[in-house]
């Protein structure tokens, strides 16, 4: 495994992707001086200084003697990352892939990692990344106990490993995502119906009637926010999902409708919302 600089106060980490989630996690940590950042967009690695976070020439700039590597990347892009880099990464350093992506996809990363001779480990990301290093993460693979050890020397605190196999992370991870995003387009297509009958008061007191933990026009108005601003985002992961559903035998109707309204939401298409 890579080797710590003696002059630093833990692991050196390279952000490979820097998005919410990297700028999120990094503005929460305390990596200065010991992580490094690569990112394809030149305003996204302008925005790692403000973080603590010494933005690479390149790839291969960033990843140089870093104990872990966190791909940060988007669901479309994370296996083409594990791919392209696994060869730049230090022998036996951890590529800890924090996407949402299908258990299958993560295996073939895995795979592609594994045989330039780092170590990949599965991540799940199971809260809004707002939380930072407090998001809790579920850990999983051959070297999960290691990958959780090195996230928790790094910051973050409510790791949780779920088992020694590639993919189980994830499976979590999308298997509950199925219900969160797929709840977000049925409101939000119940309440567009509901608009244009010009009903939509007498439906939402309907819903609250039937259920109290949060009043309905609340939790619509919270989901359409959420789809608006990350559906182009979780689109990606729903598209992923899909693709674990129909390696299950199980035909994802709901979950493809979810794709279609989260891209719809982010896009302002107003066909759909």
């Not at 999120?24 to 992580?35: D, E, V």
């Not at 060869?87 to 892939?97: E, I, K, S, T, Y």
């Not at 409101?187 to 309907?206: F, K, P, Q, W």
Request: charged share 20%; glycine share 8%; hydrophobic share 50%.
């Amino acid at each position: 495994m890579a080797v710590s600089d003696s002059k630093t106060s833990g692991p050196r980490v390279a952000l490979i992707g820097f998005g919410e989630a990297g700028e999120s996690f990094a503005r929460a940590a305390a990596w200065t001086g010991r992580a490094r950042g690569w990112d394809l967009l030149e305003r996204r690695r302008a925005a790692m200084a403000d973080c603590g976070v010494q933005a690479g020439c390149d790839a291969a700039y960033a990843l140089a003697g870093a104990d872990a590597a966190l791909s940060l990347v988007t669901a479309d892009q994370a296996l083409a990352a594990a791919r392209d880099y696994a060869a730049l990464v230090a022998p036996g350093a951890l590529w800890l892939d924090m996407n949402s992506v299908a258990p299958a996809t993560k295996r073939t990363a895995a795979g592609a990692v594994n045989a330039a001779g780092a170590r990949y480990v599965d991540v799940a990301v199971m809260a809004p990344v707002e939380q930072r290093l407090g998001v809790p993460l579920l850990v999983s693979g051959p070297d999960a106990e290691e990958g959780a050890a090195l996230l928790q020397s790094i910051g973050f605190t409510k790791v949780r490993v779920v088992g020694d196999a590639v993919g189980r992370a994830s499976a979590i991870k999308l298997c509950r995502s199925v219900m969160v995003k797929g709840l977000e387009a049925l409101s939000a297509e119940c309440a567009a119906a509901a608009e244009a009958e010009g009903v939509l008061d007498e439906v939402m007191a309907s819903l609250d009637a039937s259920e109290k933990p949060a009043p309905w026009m609340a939790r619509i108005a919270y989901n359409r926010e959420r789809m608006a601003t990350h559906g182009t985002r979780r689109a990606a992961e729903m598209d992923e999902a899909c693709a674990m559903l129909e390696s299950l035998g199980v035909e994802p109707v709901m979950s493809r409708g979810t794709v279609q309204l989260q891209r719809a939401a982010a896009s302002k298409e107003p066909a759909c919302l």
